[in-house]
T-cell receptor
Framework: DQQVKQNSPSLSVQEGRISILNCDYT??????FLWYKKYPAEGPTFLISISSIKDKNEDGRFTVFLNKSAKHLSLHIVPSQPGDSAVYFCAANGKGAQKLVFGQGTRLTINP | DGGITQSPKYLFRKEGQNVTLSCEQNLNHDAMYWYRQDPGQGLRLIYYSQIVNDFQKGDIAEGYSVSREKKESFPLTVTSAQKNPTAFYLC???????????????FGSGTRLTVV
């Protein structure tokens, strides 16, 4: 049972344009969501997060939007840069939970 | 600098052999985790530990074993019972509970295990 789903395995975007990565979840008990970025042969690094009491969180070029009614969140990167090429994982956590639940990841490629 | 160290970076194992992956952290985190990454399947939880001398099975614990004798260390043994061990293994640590809401996990750089 995949509680966190990233339905797009890959995404290709032109440099300077907006990248939008999507994530859906099924567990209504999730109340905190995170995005991680991963380069090949490295561990993921934390990018940005959002609590369920908010619908938007912004950090520089990165913005995460949360639609609780749709159980959907998205990560916007604007403008996209070549260094943004990586795999992006969405993760979720519920109150009292002891671990994060991850999506399958989306490979983002920024083309010059 | 605090961090989490996994070793070795690359590991080759013959079929039928057990092998142990090392994970050490100096972040003073109570919780530690082992994940496995396979193409198209994201990060799947193998084992996790919230406190020394205690650990719980994750979603895919079969064929693996762990120990948590020290706060800083959480080694993972891939046994011969693991049918498909070739994968990228990631160790992570965190402050449990509320800590998951402040940036979540800190990951190591991973170990690539290949069965030959």
């Amino acid at each position: 049972d995949q509680q966190v789903k990233q339905n797009s395995p890959s995404l290709s975007v032109q440099e300077g344009r907006i990248s939008i990565l999507n994530c859906d979840y099924t567990n209504s008990m999730f109340d905190y969501f995170l995005w991680y970025k991963k380069y090949p042969a490295e561990g993921p690094t934390f990018l940005i997060s959002i609590s369920s009491i908010k619908d938007k969180n912004e950090d520089g070029r990165f913005t995460v939007f949360l639609n609780k009614s749709a159980k959907h969140l998205s990560l916007h990167i604007v403008p996209s840069q070549p260094g943004d090429s990586a795999v992006y994982f969405c993760a979720a956590n519920g109150k009292g939970a002891q671990k994060l639940v991850f999506g399958q990841g989306t490979r983002l490629t920024i083309n010059p | 600098d605090g961090g989490i160290t996994q070793s070795p970076k690359y590991l080759f194992r013959k079929e039928g052999q057990n092998v142990t992956l090392s994970c050490e952290q100096n972040l003073n985190h109570d919780a530690m985790y082992w994940y496995r990454q396979d193409p198209g399947q994201g990060l799947r939880l193998i084992y996790y530990s919230q406190i020394v001398n205690d650990f719980q099975k994750g979603d895919i614990a079969e064929g693996y074993s762990v120990s948590r004798e020290k706060k800083e260390s959480f080694p993972l043994t891939v046994t011969s019972a693991q049918k498909n061990p070739t994968a990228f293994y990631l160790c992570a640590s965190s402050v449990p509970g509320q800590g998951l809401m402040r940036g979540g996990y800190t990951f190591g750089s991973g170990t690539r295990l290949t069965v030959v």
